[in-house]
């Protein structure tokens, strides 16, 4: 439970003064809806005001802070910007232009009254003029007006002024938190030494106050990392202290499995590092990388067959129904032959089927089941649950894992895939808790996929081509360009493309996109799968890890407009056949340098790995981990360069308090329990410790 202590940081924002539901709307938008949101909002950058006593051109393109007396007004139509002429204490001439309300701008600016106006110096002509003040103040006043003000990202409706006052108040709020009794410093205390960073609430207001103190920013950043870090090492102390079941297998089913090929030599490590894990007491944690088509499945099937022959059940979760089918088919084919009694269980499976399925999981007759989240429901109950594999972690949030561990008596070992190669950094902040296993090696057989990049303007070439590539038997993907990330106009842009290639090729068109149900889409792309469908258009959906082996030809338009983690999926898609691939990347014409850093580097190489930690570095973790559900870990104070910078130094600090300090019980250990409320990185623990 929270310690009160937080409740006035995590009070709703309308206990703050000033703010109304008018004020509450563009705040929401922000996603500012409580204090602590407020005083984690910290500024994007600051404005330096310069206090001149005197008008000078040479401060043109600054930003001055003057005090002027208005002598005239003048406006020459009712269209026309109204000026306000005025002079410095020198008699200087500045104008003070408002392109709207002269009713305001009389108000601010009364004739013979000294103000000071703070903003932006121009030139205009012969003239020097301030165009719409952001403030205009009395002289007496001058005083409130920082040197230095902070900028805020805004919505429609609100000020970065306005922000800053409602962070004020919000910093009252935790400068009293700071100064409760009992709470002591959660970071080593000679990393605060070593860094010189300032108290928690004074590195607050700092940042607040004075956004280019890089010491306060990245006391917090280093707050928010290691808060992170512990909450996984608690999670992977929590799941030591458990007691699971070994399974060691007796190699029977696996000396009768007829692969298509020897293990590749990380394939061979990664199923060692399992078979190790299974033969613990203290249930697998693992997490298995690999790029698309390095053979992550015939690992998982290794897994479970060791499960298999110890006696016990395995369960194979998809991210969605076709998925499922499709490990289903592919497991059923590899087994054949074998005692293995494989079963799928989605949420298509109904009435007699359905129950068939629950009554050989009861008594034990099924010995490997696939399915979607449909296996977790409460009717499903397993005889031995002993390893469940989950493919696609990104969209397997911890509630699932609790729901999953409550399916056995004793918790059931369990092995994440991913496609998505994670670069290392990002492997500790959102992994932390696991092991890793990684496939960087590529089965033989996998035909390499040539990567052109081509202009836009090419579009007519590209469309003969796809046409040429159709009549030789083969299909195609047509992925189309994300419009300004809306779903509405990517849905436009994908039926213009269908509606124009149909014309030329017919009914053997398919179209998928975002806003379509599920049922509609699974339909497209089984029809795509069969090779009713010829040419696919998409908008990004195209389901991670669907297998259409004739599909040898991606074509992307905007290229330009993805990310390098995106772009790497959507070519994953083809070169899974034994004939050669080819993706072609169209571009527009107005590229900036990081677009073609990305389809320079898409040309040059096929490593997800190497494209992973590129794309670290150009879009930050955002992109890498988009697709990762709601209440996953997410960064607000620390930045991607900041997470490389301190992530290394906030792991072994937190493994030093887990392992040295007492955990969250000893003196630090209070104060770091108060860090994971703050930070919110408390649910994730009570869950999984719970479970």
């Known amino acids: 439970m929270r310690p009160d202590i937080l409740n006035p940081l995590f009070a709703e924002v309308e206990v703050l003064k000033g703010i109304g539901p008018a004020l509450a709307k563009p705040l929401k938008r922000l996603g500012l809806e409580r204090v602590l949101d407020i005083l984690f909002h910290l ?40 000026r306000v002429h005025a002079r410095d204490r020198a008699g200087r001439a500045l104008t003070v232009t408002y392109f709207n309300n002269p009713g305001w701008a009389k108000k601010q600016l009364p004739l013979g009254e000294p103000k000071l106006v703070s903003g932006r110096l121009e030139s205009y002509g012969q003239e ?67 860094h010189k960073w300032p108290e928690w609430r004074d590195a607050l207001h700092k940042a607040h106050r004075d956004p280019s103190d890089a010491s306060a920013r990245e006391r917090l950043a280093y707050d928010e ?25 007796d190699g029977s089913l696996r000396a009768k499995l007829r692969l298509p090929y020897a293990p590749t030599g990380a394939q061979a490590r990664a199923i060692a590092e399992i078979e190790g894990d299974l033969r613990q007491q203290v249930p697998m944690l693992r997490l298995l990388q690999g790029d698309v088509g390095s053979g992550k499945t015939l690992v998982a099937l290794m897994a479970l067959l060791v499960a298999i022959e110890a006696g016990a059940q395995g369960a194979l979760l998809a991210p969605t129904e076709i998925l499922a089918r499709q490990h289903h088919d592919n497991l059923s084919r590899m087994l054949a032959g074998l005692p293995v009694n ?10 007699r089927a359905r129950e068939s399925v629950l009554m050989g999981l009861a008594d034990g007759s099924i010995h490997l089941l696939v399915g979607t989240h449909a296996i977790f429901q409460q009717a499903v109950r397993y005889k031995n649950l002993g390893l469940a594999v989950v493919d696609e972690q990104h969209r397997f949030g911890v509630a699932q894992r609790l729901m999953l561990t409550e399916k056995a008596v004793r918790p059931p070992h369990l092995l994440v895939m991913t496609a998505t190669p994670i670069p290392r950094t990002l492997t500790l902040t959102h992994y932390g808790e696991m092991d890793v296993s990684r496939l960087d090696e590529m089965p033989p057989g996998r035909q390499p996929i040539e990567t052109r990049v081509l202009s836009g303007e090419r579009l007519d070439e590209v469309i003969g081509a796809l046409g040429r590539h159709i009549a030789a038997g083969r299909q195609a ?15 436009a842009a994908a039926e213009e493309r269908a509606r124009m290639l149909r014309e030329q090729f017919g009914d053997s068109i398919g179209l998928i996109h975002g806003r379509m149900k599920g049922p509609e889409r699974d339909e497209v792309m089984a029809a795509f799968q069969r090779g009713t469908i010829k040419v696919l258009v998409a908008t990004t959906v195209i389901e991670v890890g669907v297998d259409v082996p004739n599909s040898s030809l991606m074509v992307v338009e905007g290229a330009e407009r993805f990310g390098l983690a995106q772009l790497h999926q959507l070519r994953g898609r083809i070169g899974r056949g034994d004939q050669s691939s ?13 677009a073609r850093a990305r389809l320079v580097l898409m040309r040059e190489t096929n490593d997800g790995f190497r494209i992973a930690e590129e794309d670290l570095r150009l879009r930050g ?41 007492g955990g969250l019980e000893g003196p630090r250990g209070q104060a770091a329990r108060i860090l994971l409320y703050l930070m919110e990185r408390d649910a994730a623990v009570g869950l999984l410790r719970s479970g």
């Open 43 to 82: 500024p994007t950058g600051w404005i330096d005001r310069k206090r001149v006593l005197a008008l000078d051109e040479g401060d043109v393109g600054q930003v001055i802070s003057i005090e002027v007396t208005p002598i005239d007004y003048r406006q020459g139509g009712a269209r026309s910007p109204f």
């Open 128 to 194: 020097l003029q301030m165009v719409h003040p952001d403030h205009v103040l009395a002289p007496d006043e001058a005083a409130s007006l920082p040197e230095r003000e902070p900028v805020y990202a805004l919505s429609e409706g609100i000020t970065s002024n306005r922000i800053g006052q409602l962070a004020g108040q919000a910093l009252e709020r935790a400068a009293a938190v700071g100064a409760a009794p009992g709470l002591g410093e959660w970071i080593e205390p000679s990393l605060v030494a070593k």
């Open 225 to 249: 990392i290691f808060a992170n870090q512990l909450a996984l090492m608690l999670v992977r102390a929590s799941s030591r202290r458990r007691r699971g079941v070994p399974l060691e297998g």
């Open 342 to 351: 494989v079963a799928i269980l989605t949420g298509r499976e109904k009435g």
């Open 477 to 491: 993907y047509w992925v189309c360009p994300l419009v300004e990330e809306n779903e509405a106009l990517d849905q």
């Open 582 to 594: 080819v993706c072609l990347l169209l571009r527009g014409n107005m590229l900036s340098e990081t």
């Open 621 to 661: 973790a955002g992109e890498i981990l988009g697709t990762r559900q709601s209440g996953e870990a997410k960064f607000r104070l620390a930045s991607p360069e900041q997470i490389q910078e301190l992530i290394q130094r906030a792991t072994d600090d937190a493994r030093l308090l887990v392992d040295r300090d």
